[in-house]
């Protein structure tokens, strides 16, 4: 376990005297959780901006784990928040404070710094201390074979019972709720309405002091543990939690029904906090107070007196009636301690688990000073960190402390931040901690072990990028802890393995590959180049998509057109033939569709996507000024579109597009099919003076490698870095350098759309732009002004594409000059 960076805040003038009382279990800390996206949610006191104290109460905080300096505020409330958690798709992010108010918030437009509440319900008097959000019946899971065997076969995608199901079993959205008195709730959206339909059940009917609580999935219902005290006894009580709505109404609140499971009673140690082994299909509980105790659920069987199992008893009966053998009676559950830590460095204040069967076993015990790594496994102590760990003053990065006690640890004393809460990423690569001043720290997982051999790291990291690609799930926090020394071993066995998969596999999740090989490639400065290539053909196959929708025939398509509609459905490697004719009466394809006077027929179609297709023609000079400098260029493992020949064929499509349309490119189809046609070989030595004098008339090129300032980004700055709120540390920023032959006057800057292809507008000061914090890219935010006209339906098709994510997958942040 390795720190990779730490927050630090602006010091208070006055701090409150609570801050001095750690140790006190009613205060209220700051809390946080990391979504599937890797986007961190916390809570604070007070504003991270505010220094005198005037904004006491509860707010809401949410950063990117690649830029955690841009913090931007959720909301704000009155009362302090108890309860922070993300859905399964990281689009919804669930706030409950202490005096019983729940909202659900969501993104407005897509924009991480703009947000809207969907909907909220309010408990009285309650206090909400943990919270969760209803299954959508998805479920991924990676089988153990070897990794010969198609990912197909070792990943697979499962259809489980969704926690509350609606018309056609679909699952319905909603969220589950439990209070520090017993109070289950549930809570589900009422339609136009923002006040949602709430439902209640007690766990059990005298109400219990609950300390903290824990939710998981299984076969459709919630398991609950909650931790309990009073008259001298505490344990923790579970119940299984099932939700369903009413026959034949769909305005009516749900309704619930509680299930109870044994109960774990403690002796020796006030639980708390609590946590299930896992988020699904778990039946491993952890117990943290002044030990750690893991317990397990099991079946046991009870023998009973022959004389006393006659007869239909409830539940030990065969199907056909009659008694059953007497060692077969009475089978119940019943809870089993596994496994005992002891606490190193105080009494437990936070104890987190992984969330997915394929991630390394890991538990995280949190201490008011240190950070503890256990293998739940082998029950041993992995390693230890004190939360100070390399929180030296650097000035490279951000500005020192100018209070010792409420900044960063020093190594040689101890200030008063303990840690509050840890939360561990959906791969388990990395753990996010906070503490009592709401300042993060964010912690390396070994994977799956410190000393293994590189080939098994290399192929557990292939696992886990594999499984990301099938599930959806965001691998920032996989690629942030790579070694720059494996990532081209990486690339190269994700690459093969990719391309040892069926075509119908292939096909559906090539996007998905694409965005993998970029991020890999963008970890390392000598495969800038590389990466840079495969966004032009991300973007190059964006365009070609919206080109294919636009080219689809109908009934009135004219003969003249119906060659270049072919275009859409032709396959890549059969209709060489065909696409050599289309090359060479492009021209002439255009004048018929004009003369015939049928409204351009499908090329009218194409006309707001003349920016993609100018795209793709300057990617394909691009490409061709590259093959000069073949004979001098180091070798490297990297990827170059001319050796790519899925890239040509679609460049070549989009030139003849752009000729049919009158946008130029005429000159480009000969040495792109001459180029097409020796893929895998050494071009020829004409071929290569035929590039240079074409590319030498034609200046434009694409160079899609931007600046950007992140953590993850190959600037050379050791770990740990200490970093401040808002405060962008420059010594982070990585600036790539295009090469000689992607080098113009025009080459896309941040002053230009990454996305549309033009500039954003305002010389250098746009008025308003998105920009993505991971790769750097800008773009024109979605929702244009009322005055400005409506665009085309295929330039907002080709604009969606892009429109919840940026082409890396990171989140658009919304910034203005007006």
């Not at 960063?408 to 303990?418: E, V």
């Not at 002439?588 to 297709?613: F, I, K, N, V």
């Not at 691009?622 to 004979?631: F, K, Q, R, W, Y």
């Amino acid at each position: 376990m390795e720190l990779i960076y730490s927050m630090r805040r602006k010091p208070l003038k006055c701090e409150p005297p609570h801050y001095e009382n750690n140790a006190d279990p009613e205060v209220v800390r700051p809390i946080c959780t990391i979504s599937t996206c890797n986007i961190i949610a916390f809570s604070s006191l007070t504003e991270l901006s505010d220094t005198d104290g005037d904004t006491w109460g509860g707010h809401i905080y949410v950063c990117d784990l690649d830029t955690p300096w841009e913090c931007h505020k959720v909301a704000s409330t009155v009362y302090p928040v108890s309860a922070l958690e993300w859905d399964g798709e990281g689009k919804q992010l669930l706030v409950a404070t202490v005096v019983g108010e729940v909202s659900v918030y969501a993104q407005k437009d897509y924009l991480l710094n703009e947000w809207t509440c969907l909907y909220s319900a309010y408990f009285p008097g309650e206090n909400i201390i943990k919270a969760v959000f209803f299954h959508n019946g998805r479920k991924v899971i990676a089988v153990e074979k070897k990794p010969d065997v198609p990912i197909s076969d070792r990943i697979q995608m499962l259809r489980s019972v969704p926690t509350l199901k609606g018309f056609g079993g679909i699952a319905c959205e909603g969220a589950c709720i439990i209070t520090g008195t017993g109070l289950v709730g549930a809570l589900t959206p009422a339609g136009d309405s923002n006040r949602a339909l709430v439902a209640s059940d007690c766990l059990r009917s005298p109400r219990d002091h609950i300390a903290t609580a824990s939710f998981a999935h299984k076969n459709g219902s919630i398991l609950i543990a909650a931790a309990w005290r009073g008259g001298g006894k505490r344990g923790v009580r579970c119940a299984a939690c099932a939700v369903f709505r009413p026959p034949g109404t769909r305005a009516a609140p749900v309704q619930l029904t509680l299930q109870p499971l044994p109960t774990v009673y403690l002796l020796d140690h006030e639980p708390v906090s609590i946590t299930w082994c896992l988020r699904e299909d778990t039946d491993s509980l952890l117990i943290a107070g002044s030990t750690l105790t893991l317990w397990k659920l099991a079946e046991r069987s009870y023998p009973v007196h022959k004389l006393l199992c006659k007869g239909p008893v409830q539940g030990n009966t065969t199907p056909g009636g009659g008694p059953k053998a007497p060692t077969d009676c009475f089978n119940t559950v019943v809870w089993q301690q596994t496994a005992v830590w002891q606490v190193e460095g105080g009494g437990a204040t936070y104890v987190g688990s992984v969330r997915l069967p394929l991630a390394t076993p890991h538990v995280l015990l949190a201490t008011p000073t240190a950070l503890h790594l256990l293998n739940r496994d082998n029950h041993h102590y992995v390693c230890s960190r004190a939360i100070g760990t390399g929180l030296v003053s650097d000035t490279g990065a951000a500005t020192p402390p100018k209070k010792t006690k409420y900044g960063g640890l020093p190594t040689t004393g101890w200030s008063g931040a303990t840690l509050s809460c840890v939360e561990v990423s959906q791969l388990g690569a990395v753990c996010v901690a906070v503490d009592t001043h709401s300042q993060l720290h964010v912690f390396k997982l070994s994977q799956p072990a410190p000393d293994i051999p590189t080939t098994l790291t290399v192929q557990h990291t292939t696992l886990l990028l594999e499984y990301a690609m099938v599930s959806g799930y965001d691998c920032l926090d996989v690629l942030m802890t790579l070694k720059p020394n494996i990532v081209e071993a990486v690339y190269e066995r994700l690459t093969e393995s990719f391309q040892r998969q069926s075509q119908a596999f292939q096909q559906y999740y090539y996007h998905s590959w694409l965005k993998l090989r970029i991020a890999l490639c963008s970890r390392v400065a000598g495969l800038t180049g590389s990466a840079a290539s495969l966004c032009s053909l991300q973007l190059v196959l964006a365009g070609w998509s919206a080109a294919a929708a636009a080219l689809r025939p109908d009934d009135k398509t004219e003969a003249a057109l119906a060659s270049l509609a072919a275009l859409a459905n032709m396959p890549d490697e059969h209709d060489e033939k065909n696409l050599l004719a289309l090359e060479a009466k492009a021209e002439s394809l255009g004048e018929g569709a004009t003369s015939a006077g049928s409204a351009w027929g499908a090329l009218s179609a194409m006309q707001p996507l003349y920016r993609p297709l100018q795209r793709a023609l300057d990617t394909a000079l691009t490409t061709l000024a590259s093959l000069p400098t073949l004979p001098t260029a180091p070798h490297h493992h990297g990827y170059e579109m001319w050796s790519d020949a899925v890239a040509l064929n679609v460049l070549r499509k989009m030139v003849v597009i752009a000729r049919a349309c009158a946008r130029g490119g005429d000159a480009l189809s000969r040495p792109l099919a001459r180029l097409a046609a020796v893929v895998g070989a050494t071009p020829k030595p004409d071929l290569l003076e035929e590039c240079a004098a074409l590319t030498a008339q034609m200046p434009a090129r694409v160079w899609d490698a931007l600046p950007r300032c992140t953590v993850s980004a190959p600037h050379g700055r050791p770990w740990p870095l200490q970093l401040e709120y808002d405060m962008e540390p420059e010594a982070l920023r990585f600036v790539p350098e295009p090469p000689a032959h992607a080098q113009c006057d025009g080459t896309p800057s941040l002053a230009m759309d990454s996305i549309r292809y033009m500039y954003l507008g305002g010389g250098r000061r746009a008025a308003r732009w998105r920009r993505c914090g991971r790769c750097g890219a800008r773009s024109v935010p979605a929702a244009l002004p009322a005055p400005l006209p409506a665009r085309n339906a295929q330039q907002r098709a080709y604009d969606a594409r892009y429109l919840a994510a940026c082409r890396c997958g990171g989140k658009w942040t919304l910034y203005s000059n007006i």
